[in-house]
């Protein structure tokens, strides 16, 4: 068994070919509450060689056994089961979510009630992925064959464990692919615990693996492999641009989910009250370790003042604590080097711009790698901290000038993952909407995602998308077959 439950700290195994497996060296590390500072559980260090052998075992299990025969009927069923064990133990998973990120209850439990529904949703689509008859002349017969890719290696970020392993497990198996995931270092405990339902579930040994492992060895490992037929990415850039660079030797199918600096633009006619909340939300929520966090703040000046002034009072209720406490708005970051990363920032920032509030460690709190929520203003857009992914709960607040200047600084940036657009003027909206060069745009939000639509970047965001059919068709190869009808001989030589 993979994880004994006992008092103190767990410990846990990968889990490889339906079996759990302690690394071939012996090594293990350490996980930790970064809320309490210590270590909650100690997990199986694979390296290359426990990469190649879950390797071996989805290789084995895509090309003969079970699961090759598994109809689309039989994987949406597999996908139903998981959702229905997530729902069943959503209680137990959200707590070991939040105790492992540090995030907020409330969040974890949402985290994990999306988590079900992406297994259902791909549970569902299936059964739906249907083939294409080609228009070609009389004398033939051409129709498309939607195949699996093979065998999918992935690899996750700490932000959101749970739900960033739906979102590349559920679309795979829909297709009908065998997966290896590798988990972040900081936080492999959620998926783990749910390979538990695996064999329940109906998926046979070597159809998913997890290896936990940190990326310089396990998943370098299995961006190099050439048994892996496709990397799904979430990370940084950084990596990001490493795994392309890796994967080129093999010429693996790259998909890349990385991260951004998503400008979120306040117009002087937006909805006062709901534009004040929607800044906050957009940079604050899980932290600000989001991907889309709307991290660049952009004020028309007419309500520059003010609205600093506004969302600084309202940013002083933002309620840091114990994360598994229900009224806890914040938590504190992942891990002592996120915290050290986001406090470099803060010191950056204050040379950088204004500080509005916060800037460092909240006073009333003793242990744990909290930072307060902090709003730089007056920022430039060519500082450092308008143009580099900080992953934390730090805003930076930039007037513009009218319509024209609000899109150039919104698209003076590396990144395109996200932007929102506060206004009442629908003509301005849409304008904006089409002038932003990023793959997600909200509109008087920010932040709400569906599994239902696409995810995925422009720019140095990163490449593909997931979510909704999109998701589905990055693990589905195209085969195109040709019928002859025509009886007569070719006649060429
Ligand atoms: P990261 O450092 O890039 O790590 C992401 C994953 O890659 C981890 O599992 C990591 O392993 C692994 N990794 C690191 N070096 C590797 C290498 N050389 N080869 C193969 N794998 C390697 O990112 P992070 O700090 O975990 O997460 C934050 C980043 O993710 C941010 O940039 C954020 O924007 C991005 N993100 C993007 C999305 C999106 O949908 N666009 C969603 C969430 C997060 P270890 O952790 O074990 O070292
Ligand atoms: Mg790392």
Same mark, same amino acid.
């Given at each position: 068994?993979?994880?004994? +439950?006992?008092?103190g ?5 990968n ?6 497996q302690g ?9 930790y509450?970064p809320?309490?500072?210590?270590i909650?559980? =100690? ?5 290359g060689?426990d ?16 699961? $090759?025969l ?5 994987r &949406? ?6 959702a229905?064990k ?11 979510e939040?105790?492992?990120t540090g995030? /907020? ?11 079900a529904?992406?297994? %259902?949703y791909? #549970? ?7 083939g294409h008859v ?11 064959l ?6 999918a290696g =992935? ?5 959101? /464990? ?5 979102? !590349? ?13 590798? /988990?972040a %270092?900081?936080?492999?405990l959620t ?5 538990n339902?695996f064999?329940?579930? #109906?998926? $046979? ?17 299995l961006v +190099?492999? /050439?048994?892996?037929? *496709? ?6 850039a950084?990596?990001?641009k490493?795994?392309v !660079?890796?994967?080129a030797d093999?010429? !693996? ?7 951004g600096?998503?400008p979120?633009?306040?117009? +002087?006619?937006?909805d006062?009250?709901a ?5 906050l939300f957009g940079?604050?929520?899980n932290?600000?370790?989001v991907?889309?966090? &709307?991290s660049?703040?952009?004020?028309e000046?007419?309500?520059?003042s003010k ?6 009072e309202?940013a002083?209720?933002?309620k ?5 406490e229900r009224?806890? !708005? ?6 002592k080097e996120?915290y050290?990363?986001?406090s470099?920032?803060?010191?950056i &920032?204050?040379?950088?711009? *204004?500080t509005?509030? &916060?800037g460092?460690?909240? *006073? ?18 060519n500082a450092?901290?308008s143009?580099e ?6 805003a ?12 150039r ?6 990144y395109?993952l ?5 206004t009442?003027?629908i ?9 932003l ?7 008087n939000h920010?932040?709400?995602t569906?599994?239902e639509?696409?995810?995925g970047?422009? *720019? =140095? ?5 997931e979510?909704? $059919? ?18 007569t001989p070719?006649g060429?030589?």
């Amino acid at each position: 068994m993979s994880s004994s +439950a006992t008092a103190g700290a767990r410990s846990y195994q990968n889990f490889v070919n339906g079996k759990w497996q302690g690394a071939i060296s012996g090594k293990t590390f350490p996980v930790y509450d970064p809320s309490t500072e210590e270590i909650i559980a =100690q997990v199986a260090a694979a390296d290359g060689a426990d990469v190649d052998r879950a390797v071996q075992a989805a290789r084995a299990a895509f090309d003969s056994g079970p699961w $090759p025969l598994a109809t689309a009927q039989d994987r &949406g069923r597999v996908l139903f089961k998981l959702a229905e064990k997530i729902r069943q133990n959503s209680a137990a998973l959200a707590e070991l979510e939040c105790r492992n990120t540090g995030k /907020p209850i409330v969040e974890a439990e949402y985290d994990i009630a999306d988590v079900a529904t992406c297994f %259902e949703y791909y #549970g569902g689509l299936a059964t739906k992925v249907t083939g294409h008859v080609n228009p070609v002349p009389a004398n033939a017969l051409s129709f498309t064959l939607r195949e699996p890719v093979g065998v999918a290696g =992935q690899i996750i970020p700490w932000n959101y /464990p749970l739900l960033m392993a739906a979102w !590349k497990l559920a679309p795979a198996i829909a297709a009908g692919c065998t997966c290896v995931l590798k /988990p972040a %270092e900081q936080t492999p405990l959620t998926a783990l615990e749910c390979a538990n339902y695996f064999e329940e579930a #109906g998926l $046979p040994p070597g159809v998913i693996n997890i290896v936990n492992g940190f990326g310089e060895t396990a998943g370098s490992a299995l961006v +190099a492999h /050439p048994g892996v037929d *496709k990397i799904a990415f979430t990370g940084s850039a950084a990596v990001g641009k490493i795994i392309v !660079k890796s994967a080129a030797d093999t010429l !693996k199918r790259v998909t890349l989910e990385l991260g951004g600096k998503s400008p979120n633009v306040f117009f +002087a006619d937006a909805d006062w009250e709901a534009a004040v909340d929607g800044a906050l939300f957009g940079v604050f929520i899980n932290q600000g370790e989001v991907c889309s966090a &709307g991290s660049r703040i952009l004020v028309e000046k007419k309500i520059y003042s003010k609205f600093v002034e506004a969302m600084t009072e309202k940013a002083k209720r933002i309620k840091l604590g114990p994360p598994l406490e229900r009224e806890t !708005k914040m938590g504190p970051l992942v891990s002592k080097e996120q915290y050290d990363r986001v406090s470099s920032y803060l010191e950056i &920032g204050k040379k950088e711009a *204004k500080t509005a509030i &916060g800037g460092g460690r909240p *006073k009333q709190i003793g242990k744990g790698y909290y930072l307060e929520p902090t709003i730089f203003y007056d920022v430039d857009n060519n500082a450092r901290i308008s143009r580099e992914e900080i992953f934390g709960p730090v805003a930076s607040v930039i007037p513009f000038e009218g319509e024209p200047d609000a899109i150039r600084i919104a698209n003076d940036t590396p990144y395109g993952l996200a932007g929102a657009v506060w206004t009442r003027d629908i003509y301005k909206a849409f304008r904006v909407v089409k002038s932003l060069r990023a793959g997600i745009i909200w509109v008087n939000h920010m932040q709400p995602t569906y599994v239902e639509a696409p995810w995925g970047g422009y *720019k =140095q965001s990163g490449f593909g998308r997931e979510l909704g $059919p999109w998701g589905l068709e990055e693990y589905l190869e195209t085969k195109q077959v040709f019928v002859n009808l025509d009886e007569t001989p070719i006649g060429w030589y």
